[in-house]
């Protein structure tokens, strides 16, 4: 009976020593899914600031819609995709399926840009450069992020941009 027990005694602690070391074994977790996303707020100019890069008195447009076009190294669109804005001319351009192939090149702040497609309003639908909104607004990072369980975004600015009247009065002479 002593041999038995004395046999049977290592043998428990090897079951327990294997039991433990697993235990303490970290589950397995799905990869998170990183999202590349480009925000930004799309404006009306006043008439009273034509010409110039000022918003200001410049009001939000609804149903705007821009466009995000990305290149990869060969200088090839490798994504295209159009967004429109909130009722408080926001966008939020997720960009799905977006693949950097070129680990440098192909990075969202080299590779992509936001550019003004179209307005709804007819009495302010003509396109300006501010914020290089005509030839393709470059993202900036501003360093912020979305984090959930299983999820995170990166997001990047571009704009604000803006569209302008096709007609403004005259200004008055002083």
Known sequence: MARLIISTVPFLFLILAIHSTTALEPVPQAPKAVDVVVEGVIYCQSCEYQGTWSL???KPIEAATISVICKDHRNRVSYYKAFQTDKNGYFYAQLKDFKMSHSFLDHPLHS???????????????????????????LRFEDKRLVGSNYEAVIYAAGPLAFR???CAPKAEP
Do not use: F, M, R
């Open 165 to 167: 009247p096709d007609s």
């Open 56 to 58: 200001t008195k410049a």
């Open 112 to 138: 992509c840009k936001v550019k003004l497609v179209s307005s709804p309003i007819q009495s302010c639908n003509l396109l300006t450069n501010i914020n290089e909104g005509l030839y393709g607004a470059p």
